[in-house]
């Protein structure tokens, strides 16, 4: 850490945007146990930010099949608890768009997440892309909503700041994973050093690696238990923007026991064939299902904490560079 990394640290660390992320509530959201308005009362409780929703968490009770009246109460709910509100769903074509950006303006959102997942050849699956998201300007630059897309496995930390640029469309930013691209055949740090000028928002969690012939997929662990060098990351987020910071909203993401394939290898040609994908998921337990809905719980609760006291040992770490 440097003296103006340092600066940075101190000047922001304690303001940090922290936000409740669904997905740490994966299976409790699955078995309809926490719904979306649960997530606010949370995120309020643990004193951050905002929280992060997917258009189907909380399978039949999702913000996807509420209703008009209740997506405004979510929305006067979100409001009278200081939370910003951001919605993600997990493709790029027309109609999930709309579908994500119905429910983001009903809700009093601030922000839409996406990823594209199409099956093709790299250039195939990247002039799709592009098209996607001249679609969302098109619609939605003046919706008052910004956009991220997130490396999401198999688009490289390169092919994804060469669609944000190339698309002319400033609401538009990356939205980095703390693991994404270890699919994608990267290293976490040589990642960000490329996405970081468009990079907006993050997702934090932590993850083992598994090499898959001349690949690599990730296991997702509990934070502080797997092969991320999760430190480094929070200070070179935290220190992205000169007089203000770039990065708006951490999400907090833990997902203990997800699983992503290798879809990158060293031994792939130029044009790569991109595999058609699922959305993400985590297989919910065989057995023990009670105990492992509150370990689920009780994950996303330490979660905040271990970052919560990563931030203070930066800030601390910081104080040590200044009055040196």
């Known amino acids: 850490m440097d ?118 050849s790299l250039s195939e699956v990247m002039d799709i892309i592009a098209k996607d998201i001249q679609y969302i300007k098109a619609q939605y630059q003046h919706s008052g909503l910004t956009f991220t897309l997130e490396q999401h496995e198999d688009l490289q930390s390169h092919e994804l700041v060469h669609l944000v640029q190339q698309a002319d469309f400033p609401q538009l930013s990356l939205l980095f994973d703390f693991a994404n691209m270890i699919n994608a055949n990267e290293e976490p740090l040589e990642a960000l050093a490329v996405m970081g000028k468009e990079t907006t928002q993050v997702h934090i969690k932590d993850a083992l690696i598994n090499h898959e012939g001349t690949g690599r997929g990730h296991t997702a662990c509990i934070s502080g238990q797997g092969e991320l060098p999760f430190k480094e990351l929070l200070l070179q987020l935290i220190c992205l923007g000169e007089d203000k910071p770039q990065v708006t909203a951490f999400g907090l993401e833990e997902e203990v026991d997800y699983y992503a394939p290798a879809f990158r290898f060293t031994d792939e040609d130029s044009n790569p064939w991109i595999p058609l994908r699922e959305m993400s998921e985590t297989p919910l337990p065989t057995s023990g299902l009670a105990e492992r809905l509150n370990k689920e719980i009780d994950d996303a609760m330490n979660q905040i904490s271990h970052v919560r006291n990563i931030v203070a040992d930066l800030n601390k770490d910081a104080l040590a560079v200044l009055n040196k």
């Not at 258009?55 to 409001?79: N, P, T, Y």
Request: aromatic share 6%.
């Open 3 to 120: 003296s103006i990394q340092a600066t940075k640290i101190v000047e922001r660390a304690a303001n940090l945007p922290l936000y409740l992320h669904a997905y740490a509530f994966h299976l409790n959201m699955r078995m309809e146990k926490i719904l979306p308005e649960d997530l606010l009362d949370i995120a309020s409780q643990q004193q951050l930010k905002g929280v992060k929703i997917h258009v189907v968490d909380g399978e039949s009770q999702s913000l996807r099949h509420a209703s008009g009246e209740r997506l405004e109460r979510f929305a006067a709910k979100a409001r009278q608890l200081g939370l910003d509100v951001h919605i993600e769903t997990s493709a790029s074509d027309a109609r999930t768009i709309d579908e994500a950006v119905n429910i983001a303006l009903k809700s009093g959102a601030t922000s839409v997440r996406f990823y594209p997942r199409y099956e093709g």
